[in-house]
């Protein structure tokens, strides 16, 4: 079958496809960048990426028409303090667009809805499945609530918020029920459902067998992990302070959090359904989950995760548009150094950030994203996604994969901190020599006051880390300035 997949760069997207490509169909992955999929040589002959926006009905010309089944993944809840509208817009071109093909069957993941005080997040999935339903096509829907797995954002909260507080002064929302599900479990009732007339023209709420207390979850992941945790609750911190807490705690972006914080207070319990039965599906429960991830995340088998999504930094913006480093007008500190093994250096170059650090000043590093968390930033608390992969679009700290071609030795990186600016960090290795190039483009005044501020910490900072990349310790090697 021709499967139409949107949201083919997001959490549910990426694992989905993997799925899709195991049963052999051909899919057709839709991408606001394309350069943020990578796929796979064996199945790049089963897979066509084409870039297109939902929010511009004149792109959506490039789609194929002879589609039979389409995913509808897109979903936002940080880009634009008008997300609402613009996500029923994008549900609107869609179906007019799938009514113009031979698609018979849509399917849309939603949240549950099932609490007459919608937060603005759940209202406004509700409205873009009602969107949807108008089309000429079967739709089915599935409403999950709390998604468990690796690189979720609800199980990275949870696990900031347990591996880093001993002790916890929470707000009264951890009191509200849910009905947590693992991502294997989603994975399988979206791709079960392929085509099954039992699933048509209905919505299935999806959950695990646990219905748990956001309490209990944080709780629960203290047991797993063998680790002491007390935790009390007060009925005085506002959203706005329970949103800063999980700013400051947790890798969340602000705007998330808030989104994340409204949510919350409400509750996601599953209502009965047939839907386990139809597809013969059993949900595992949140503890088997919590063990699953964590044995994932050891194992080094995040696929995706939600750092790598643009919501989680400040930048709306194609990679495609900022990965050609300005010279104009830009700031440039750009040293070169002999390496001994080419190869090796390579491998600390693409282990970079995270929990490996950035081999020098790192005290200065942490000191930068704290900085950067104060004013609003992302701060280093991203991390990264694998220990020593990286592909376009992975968040690194700060930082955001622009190029990651190995082949070529070349490592492009663009900050997503505050800055009064744009910085870019390019690594490259050509024969035997290292070149690492910190590019600045200041925005004003104070751009240019920023620069020459930090100039002192760059000789530190960048100096010692090109030295360490180059060489193991205690050789000796010139290094170049340009």
């Known amino acids: ?207 695990g067998p646990d219905v748990i207390s956001y309490k209990q979850m944080l709780l629960t992941f203290a047991k797993v992990r063998g680790l002491r945790r007390k935790i009390f609750i007060v009925p005085v911190m506002t959203p706005r302070l329970s949103s800063y807490w999980l700013y400051f705690v947790t890798s969340t972006s602000y705007k998330l959090a808030i989104a994340l914080v409204n949510s919350m207070k409400i509750e996601v319990v599953c209502k009965p359904s047939p839907i386990n039965q139809i597809l013969a599906i059993e949900p595992i429960g949140y503890e088997d989950a919590l063990i699953s991830t964590l044995f994932q995340i050891n194992d080094h088998g995040v696929i995706s995760s939600w750092k790598d999504a643009m919501v989680s930094g400040e930048m709306n913006l194609k990679l495609s548009t900022i990965s050609n480093v300005p010279t104009f007008g830009c700031y440039v500190d750009q040293k070169s150094i002999c390496v001994a093994d080419a190869a090796a250096c390579r491998d600390k170059i693409w282990s970079i950030g995270g929990d490996n650090g950035w081999y020098h000043a790192n005290v200065l590093w942490k000191l930068r994203g704290f900085i950067d968390r104060c004013v609003g930033g992302v701060g280093l608390r991203r991390g990264r996604r694998h220990p020593y992969d990286l592909a376009v679009g992975d968040a690194v700290d700060f930082w955001r994969v622009l190029d990651a071609d190995k082949p070529m030795n070349r490592l492009l990186l663009f900050a997503e901190m505050k800055l009064p600016g744009e910085a870019w960090l390019e690594f490259k290795i050509n024969g035997n020599m290292l070149s690492q190039t910190a590019t600045f483009r200041p925005k004003g005044l104070w751009g240019r006051i920023y620069w020459y501020a930090a100039l002192p910490f760059h000789g530190i900072i960048f100096k010692g880390m090109i030295r360490k990349l180059a060489c193991r310790e205690g050789n000796k090697l010139r290094l170049i300035h340009n």
């Not at 789609?63 to 029923?88: G, N, W």
């Not at 479990?185 to 392929?194: A, H, K, P, T």
């Open 1 to 207: 079958m021709k499967v139409l997949l949107t949201g083919a760069t997001g959490y549910i997207g990426k694992r989905l496809l993997k799925e899709l490509l195991d049963a052999n169909h051909q899919v057709v992955c839709c991408a606001r960048d394309k350069t943020r999929l990578t796929i796979p040589e064996d199945d790049t002959h089963a897979v066509s990426i084409i870039e297109v926006d939902f929010l511009n009905k004149e792109s959506l010309e490039k789609i194929p028409k002879d589609i039979d089944i389409a995913y509808y993944l897109m979903h936002s809840m940080s880009t634009s303090r008008d997300y609402e509208s613009l996500e029923l817009r994008s549900a609107e071109n869609f179906r007019v667009f799938a009514e113009q093909t031979k698609v018979v069957q849509v399917i849309y993941l939603s949240g549950i809805v099932n609490d007459q005080s919608l937060s603005k997040h759940l209202s406004s999935r509700m409205a873009v499945e009602n969107e949807l339903a108008k089309g000429r096509y079967h739709l089915t829907t599935f409403r999950a609530g709390i998604i468990i797995g690796s690189g979720s954002a609800s199980f990275e909260i949870i696990r900031d918020l347990v591996e880093k507080l001993p002790l916890m002064i929470t707000p009264k929302w951890l009191k509200t029920k849910c009905q947590p599900i693992a991502i294997n479990d989603v994975i399988s009732f979206l791709s079960r459902s392929l085509l099954d007339p039992d699933t048509y023209d209905n919505h299935f709420d999806i959950g």
